[in-house]
């Protein structure tokens, strides 16, 4: 195996999906604990301004309690490095989630042992059945009195159509619960009541008629037999494909508060979980085992550091040996751009990125000249398809309270719509700039945000407006006789992109009617493919 071959094997490129509260966060942590990333539990979710680290960047994360940017953690664990993609739960930061989900191999879906399936959990599912992504479930939180465990794996099978099939069983569940007998490496791990951060190796048992259960067990263990009995006659055994190609995900039971069954999920993610695969493009597939480097923006985040007006672009490497100090092409413009200061996001602290392979994540920091789908590589003009872009469904004026600030409001709308954070639409008459978003909370991170890091208070107002569509086609006189006629209704993107503000549906209808040539579009794809 060559250097490339053996560096791609080892990674492991994926998302933790989940519901508020379901306790992504706790997992995130424990993951972090078990790599060696962090020393101490709680970092990842510490209060007051402890909190401010990892994955918690941005302001306004921690007024509201609540993850919004989606932030890249790296960490080696048995042989493998993962790079862990951390997501929004809250459902009105999809458009982050789904763009994130663009850019992993596999996901993690963690699910409250009392609630099972959840509606933010069922969104991102089906954003993960869309693209295939393999998912290995985490029922979690059985130190609770929960569901039954069958009657879990009958939900998730019935409401979400996939194969379930447990990896591990629970001991009892509640104050009852003792631990778990890990079914793929034959193991009864039990956990420490006393001291939740010791988590013994476990007694490796040979099968579960060995008589240590007994010893271990006493009484509870004949209905560990029986449970399992009856779930293995219920459900199919693994079949490594099926859940590979998305059909089927192993499910292990834990509570990650209690640090309990993280270590089985992470080995079971080494062992499992695939490899970094191919990445579509216009014009073929990029395999990871190539040798030239190419990658994706997934992402673009402003502001990190209040202190550096930096902005950082997200970049899945799809092929090749990245090192630092590499010149690529930037495909959108042609360009070439030194990789003098690529970032690598270990989870203790922002590294220099040295060498990075497929599946790995680096950080580019930049002036705002690379956007979301654009393309790095070698020289190949190369389009990734397949990132998503989103149609803004509310729209609102928005305005500075310092009147005379108008021109800065522009800046930092402009940088904020190349970001990703929102649609930014100036009409063609007048002097007001509109928003477009997919969830309202996004008008409150966008005000908290632009006060803070452009120092310019803002506030947003309703407009009577239905939505956007971009206007298209390839006949260029055409839009402008368009844009001349409906003076009164068009705008401007952020990059100069024609836009219809439609008053109402039957306005829209109109105007598709009175312009058959025009194309309306719902989104101004990224990659030249459709929205998932
Ligand atoms: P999220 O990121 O998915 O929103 O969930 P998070 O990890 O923040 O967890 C949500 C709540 O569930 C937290 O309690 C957390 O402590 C709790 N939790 C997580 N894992 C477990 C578990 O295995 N067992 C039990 N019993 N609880 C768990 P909180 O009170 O909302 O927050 P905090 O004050 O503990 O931070």
Not at 285 to 298: A, N, R
């Given at each position: 195996m060559n250097d490339i071959a053996a560096e791609v094997a080892r990674r492991r490129t994926f998302a933790i999906i989940a519901?508020?509260?379901?306790g992504k966060t706790t997992l995130t942590e424990k993951l972090l604990l078990f790599g060696g990333a962090i020393q101490l539990a709680g970092a990842v979710k510490a209060k007051g301004d402890a909190r401010r680290v990892h994955s918690d960047w941005m302001k306004v994360e921690r007024e509201r309690g609540i993850s919004v940017a989606t932030s890249v953690m790296t960490f080696d664990y048995s042989d493998c490095t993962f790079n862990l993609l951390d997501t929004p739960g809250h459902q009105d930061f999809s458009e982050d989630t789904y763009r994130t989900l663009t850019a992993v191999d596999s996901a993690v879906m963690v699910l409250d042992a009392a609630r099972g399936i959840q509606e933010q959990t069922r969104k991102l599912f089906e954003v993960c059945r869309l693209r295939d992504v393999p998912i290995v479930t985490f029922i979690n939180k059985m130190d609770r009195e929960g569901r039954e465990s069958f009657d879990l794996l009958d939900e998730i099978e019935q409401s979400l159509a996939l194969d379930v099939t447990p990896a591990s069983w629970p001991?009892?569940?509640?104050?009852?619960?003792q631990g778990c007998y890990d079914l793929f490496s034959d193991r009864l791990v039990l956990m420490d009541k006393a001291d939740k951060n010791v988590i013994s190796e476990g007694e490796v048992c040979s099968g579960l008629d060995d008589s240590k259960l007994d010893a271990l067990l006493g009484n509870s263990a004949d209905t560990l037999r029986e449970e399992i009995e009856m779930a293995q006659g219920l459900c199919p055994p693994f079949d490594a494909q099926a859940y590979r190609e998305g059909h089927m995900t192993p499910v292990y039971f834990g509570s990650a508060i209690n640090n309990f069954g993280v270590r089985e999920l992470l080995a079971g993610l080494a062992r499992l979980a695939p490899p970094p695969g191919p990445r579509p493009s216009l014009t073929r597939p990029v395999q990871p085992l190539e040798s030239k480097v190419s990658g994706f923006i997934f992402k673009i985040q402003a502001n990190?550091?209040?202190?550096?007006?930096d902005r950082m672009a997200f970049m899945r490497i799809c092929s090749g040996h990245f090192r630092k100090g590499m010149k690529l092409k930037h495909v959108r413009s042609g360009k070439q751009i030194n990789m003098h200061n690529p970032v690598l996001f270990l989870a203790q602290d922002r590294g220099t990125a040295e060498d990075a392979y497929a599946g790995d994540i680096i950080g580019l920091p930049n002036h705002g000249n690379l956007h979301i789908g654009d393309a790095l590589t070698e020289g190949e003009a190369l389009t990734f398809t397949g990132i998503p872009s989103f149609a803004p469904e509310l729209l609102q004026r928005v305005a500075p309270d310092?009147?005379?600030?108008a021109k800065h409001l522009g800046r930092a709308l402009q940088q904020l719509a190349e970001e990703g954070a929102a649609s930014v639409f100036k009409p063609r008459l007048g002097a007001n700039w509109y928003v477009g978003v997919v969830g309202a909370l996004q008008f409150d991170v966008l005000a908290d945000r632009i006060a803070a890091e452009y120092e310019l208070p803002v506030h947003f107002e309703a407009s009577s407006l239905y939505t956007a569509r971009w206007v298209q086609s390839d006949d260029e006189a055409l839009l402008k006789r368009f844009a001349d006629k409906e003076r009164a209704v068009v705008a401007d993107d952020h990059e100069g992109g024609l836009v219809l503000l439609a008053r109402n549906a039957w306005h829209l209808d109109d105007l598709a009617r009175d312009w058959p040539d025009l194309r309306f579009a719902a989104t101004k794809d990224q990659t030249g493919d459709q929205a998932a």
């Amino acid at each position: 195996m060559n250097d490339i071959a053996a560096e791609v094997a080892r990674r492991r490129t994926f998302a933790i999906i989940a519901h508020p509260d379901a306790g992504k966060t706790t997992l995130t942590e424990k993951l972090l604990l078990f790599g060696g990333a962090i020393q101490l539990a709680g970092a990842v979710k510490a209060k007051g301004d402890a909190r401010r680290v990892h994955s918690d960047w941005m302001k306004v994360e921690r007024e509201r309690g609540i993850s919004v940017a989606t932030s890249v953690m790296t960490f080696d664990y048995s042989d493998c490095t993962f790079n862990l993609l951390d997501t929004p739960g809250h459902q009105d930061f999809s458009e982050d989630t789904y763009r994130t989900l663009t850019a992993v191999d596999s996901a993690v879906m963690v699910l409250d042992a009392a609630r099972g399936i959840q509606e933010q959990t069922r969104k991102l599912f089906e954003v993960c059945r869309l693209r295939d992504v393999p998912i290995v479930t985490f029922i979690n939180k059985m130190d609770r009195e929960g569901r039954e465990s069958f009657d879990l794996l009958d939900e998730i099978e019935q409401s979400l159509a996939l194969d379930v099939t447990p990896a591990s069983w629970p001991i009892g569940m509640g104050r009852r619960f003792q631990g778990c007998y890990d079914l793929f490496s034959d193991r009864l791990v039990l956990m420490d009541k006393a001291d939740k951060n010791v988590i013994s190796e476990g007694e490796v048992c040979s099968g579960l008629d060995d008589s240590k259960l007994d010893a271990l067990l006493g009484n509870s263990a004949d209905t560990l037999r029986e449970e399992i009995e009856m779930a293995q006659g219920l459900c199919p055994p693994f079949d490594a494909q099926a859940y590979r190609e998305g059909h089927m995900t192993p499910v292990y039971f834990g509570s990650a508060i209690n640090n309990f069954g993280v270590r089985e999920l992470l080995a079971g993610l080494a062992r499992l979980a695939p490899p970094p695969g191919p990445r579509p493009s216009l014009t073929r597939p990029v395999q990871p085992l190539e040798s030239k480097v190419s990658g994706f923006i997934f992402k673009i985040q402003a502001n990190m550091d209040p202190k550096h007006r930096d902005r950082m672009a997200f970049m899945r490497i799809c092929s090749g040996h990245f090192r630092k100090g590499m010149k690529l092409k930037h495909v959108r413009s042609g360009k070439q751009i030194n990789m003098h200061n690529p970032v690598l996001f270990l989870a203790q602290d922002r590294g220099t990125a040295e060498d990075a392979y497929a599946g790995d994540i680096i950080g580019l920091p930049n002036h705002g000249n690379l956007h979301i789908g654009d393309a790095l590589t070698e020289g190949e003009a190369l389009t990734f398809t397949g990132i998503p872009s989103f149609a803004p469904e509310l729209l609102q004026r928005v305005a500075p309270d310092d009147p005379m600030k108008a021109k800065h409001l522009g800046r930092a709308l402009q940088q904020l719509a190349e970001e990703g954070a929102a649609s930014v639409f100036k009409p063609r008459l007048g002097a007001n700039w509109y928003v477009g978003v997919v969830g309202a909370l996004q008008f409150d991170v966008l005000a908290d945000r632009i006060a803070a890091e452009y120092e310019l208070p803002v506030h947003f107002e309703a407009s009577s407006l239905y939505t956007a569509r971009w206007v298209q086609s390839d006949d260029e006189a055409l839009l402008k006789r368009f844009a001349d006629k409906e003076r009164a209704v068009v705008a401007d993107d952020h990059e100069g992109g024609l836009v219809l503000l439609a008053r109402n549906a039957w306005h829209l209808d109109d105007l598709a009617r009175d312009w058959p040539d025009l194309r309306f579009a719902a989104t101004k794809d990224q990659t030249g493919d459709q929205a998932a």
